[in-house]
């Protein structure tokens, strides 16, 4: 009676953990916006967004804002004893014991070569980057979690081909048993179906544990409860790809691709950093002004405890002599710079249009080679049938049954793998093309 309350007590217990694991209908729209909602990797690059957008408002704070500064002072001040030029002492000079200065400054900067004009622009271009990289991150996290979708994807439909199979393979054991009984076969095709039937469950029970191991890792990035049993979407298996001619993914990448319009944005900023470099040869014109008031009056013998209150107001002009033969290294650097810059834009172009027509060709192979996995599903599923008919009218051994079966496993197998490799390199060719945008529509 015990034993059976244990028993009772674990079915009761497995079965609550089943119904806590909660199983959802993913389909590829929701993967995307659960990635960019929930994933670590954008939620840094939106915080990197903020950090650039405050770097430029701190420029614009010290081209167009004015400098202020206030000082105020308040001590005590001994009596001034005089000596001569000989170090002899003379006397004592009674001098007010309360001191106070109080100052306030101000000033402009006018011009000063547009150095302040340009690094504005040169952090409004780097918070364009960050855009841009937030754009990438995107793309990028998308397409990862994408390829992990269709692997459980593939997974999935392997496992049921392997149920499939099992089921046949206990058939099989089945109506060998029953023709065993009528001496027709030996103990031995038995044993030979069985040791088949044992080694595809372990292959299915390996593959169920890669599905968890997907599974866990999409919950993880995509922010979903600890537990949620993913299904992937059936219909992204059948679903219809347009795919198009090459000139539809060639024309115009670089205004689409985020790492090409980021490389021609560090272009843009080598050039304003040419023109920093080059506004260190200007003078700086700025306005300026203050106000001071002090006690006591230090400039008269002896000192008087009164206060002194003077403004002052211009223009100074400041350059630097130095410039004249430091600057030019300066703007020779940057200039190199500028060059590097857009000598790596036109590579990445270059490298970017080859990719482009590898993943083109990549599909098309893709398709070819499920046409041809298709076809051999078809031969290996009517191999099957006529190898089955032969095995039980004693036609065919053993040996040839279980390779029919074998090799109807692996074309169906083969088959799911081939249509979602076509899917793969689909999505794969906009992403690089920078059509991602069809992607997620």
């Known amino acids: 009676m015990k034993n059976v309350i244990i028993t009772v007590l674990a079915i009761l217990g497995f079965a609550n953990i089943i119904s806590a694991q909660e199983r959802l209908l993913l389909k590829p729209d929701s993967l995307f916006s659960l990635a960019e909602k929930n994933s670590r990797l954008l939620d840094i690059s939106r915080y990197k967004i903020s950090m650039s957008s405050n770097v430029t408002t701190i420029e614009k704070q010290k081209a167009y804002l004015p400098e202020l500064g206030a000082s105020f002072t308040y001590g005590y001040l001994s009596n001034g004893h005089v000596w001569d030029n000989h170090f002899n002492y003379e006397n004592t000079v009674k001098v007010p014991h309360t001191s106070m200065d109080f100052s306030l400054e101000a000033g402009y900067t006018v011009f000063n070569g547009n150095a302040s004009k340009n690094r504005i622009a040169k952090a409004e271009l780097e918070e364009q980057i960050a855009q841009l990289n937030f754009q990438k991150d995107k793309e990028d996290i998308q397409f990862l979690l994408l390829a992990k979708y269709l692997d459980l994807s593939a997974l999935h439909n392997q496992e049921q081909v392997y149920q499939e199979n099992i089921t046949l393979a206990e058939k099989r054991i089945f109506n060998i048993g029953k023709l065993i009984e009528q001496g027709m076969?030996?103990?031995?095709?038995?044993?030979?179906?069985?040791?088949?039937?044992?080694?595809?469950?372990?292959k299915l029970d390996e593959l169920r544990n890669n599905i968890s191991i997907i599974n866990h890792d999409l919950n993880t990035v995509l922010g979903l409860p600890k537990g949620t049993i993913i299904e992937p979407d059936t219909l992204t298996y059948s679903k219809d790809l347009p795919l198009g001619g090459l000139d539809k993914y060639e024309e115009g990448f670089a205004e689409r691709i985020p790492e090409l319009k980021a490389a021609a944005v560090h272009s843009q900023i080598s050039e304003k950093q040419v023109n920093i470099a080059k506004s260190g040869r200007l003078p700086s014109l700025s306005l300026f002004a203050g106000d001071a008031i002090s006690r006591p009056f230090l400039n008269a013998m002896p000192p008087i405890d009164i206060y002194m209150h003077l403004f002052q107001a211009g223009i100074k002009v400041r350059y630097d002599i130095g410039s004249l033969y430091k600057s030019k290294n300066l703007i020779q650097q940057a200039k190199m710079e500028e060059t590097l810059s857009r000598k790596n834009e036109a590579l990445m172009a270059e490298?970017?249009?080859?990719?482009?027509?590898?993943?083109?060709?990549?599909?098309?192979?893709?398709?070819?080679?499920?046409?041809?996995q298709k076809e051999s599903y078809r031969l290996a599923k009517d191999n099957y049938r006529v190898v089955e008919q032969k095995y039980l009218n004693k036609f065919a051994v053993i040996t040839d049954m279980l390779d029919a079966s074998t090799s109807l496993l692996s074309a169906q197998i083969n088959m799911s793998n081939a249509r979602i490799g076509i899917i793969y390199q689909y999505y794969n060719l906009l992403?690089?093309?920078?059509?991602?945008k069809e992607a997620t529509n």
């Open 185 to 202: 076969l030996t103990h031995n095709d038995k044993v030979r179906s069985e040791l088949q039937l044992t080694e595809i469950k372990q």
């Open 351 to 372: 490298k970017t249009e080859m990719d482009i027509h590898a993943a083109y060709i990549k599909l098309k192979d893709a398709e070819q080679k499920y046409i041809s």
């Open 431 to 436: 992403k690089t093309s920078g059509l991602w």
